[in-house]
């Protein structure tokens, strides 16, 4: 598979969402985190965080039956954490490691134009889900009738994604593997 992306792009201070506050648990002031890093515990690497504005640097996090829970310096009751109850954990973009020119950040994906190897536009990158067997791009495109089509293609390098140039935001797959 081809990435093209421009080696001179620097990162820059947006706030990325790299993770999920889940419900208290107990009544220390822990909480359980959904983590969306591919590798979970990396969360944990990434610092400081953002949660609804404010600035969290210390944290302590353990692992508990399958999941993460944390608590923050000076929250030691339930009320106090469960106000963090659903909301982001986001971190500079400029926290994150840099990656090697075969990488990418899910992020960088979002508002990409999908093309078939054809030419033909089948539409924009708005999300994308992690499958248990490989991601997903969520694709979306209005019609005519001003209504929204929805197509899932899978990530798989080389058999589907053909090209991905991140200059020109576009993608190019083999959408007719992947039907």
Request: hydrophobic fraction near 40%; proline fraction near 2%; include cysteine.
């Amino acid at each position: 598979m081809i990435i093209i992306k421009n080696k001179h792009l620097k990162k820059n201070n947006e706030n990325i969402t790299v993770g999920k506050v889940g419900r208290p648990y107990g009544i220390l002031g822990w909480i359980y985190l959904t983590s969306f890093t591919e590798k979970e515990e990396n969360i944990f690497s990434y610092f400081p965080w953002f949660i609804k504005g404010k600035k969290i640097i210390n944290v302590q996090w353990k692992k508990y039956k399958q999941r993460y829970i944390f608590s923050i310096k000076n929250i030691n009751d339930r009320d106090s954490i469960s106000a963090l109850t659903n909301e982001n954990v986001l971190v500079k973009e400029s926290a994150l490691p840099d990656l090697s020119n075969s990488e990418l950040y899910w992020k960088d994906l979002i508002n990409c134009h999908v093309f078939s190897i054809k030419n033909i536009y089948i539409g924009k990158v708005v999300d994308l889900i992690d499958n248990t067997f490989n991601d997903l791009l969520v694709i979306s495109k209005k019609t005519f009738k001003k209504n929204k089509v929805t197509t899932l293609i899978p990530f798989i390098e080389k058999k589907i994604i053909k090209k991905i140039d991140l200059i020109k935001n576009i993608i190019i797959v083999d959408y007719n593997e992947s039907l």
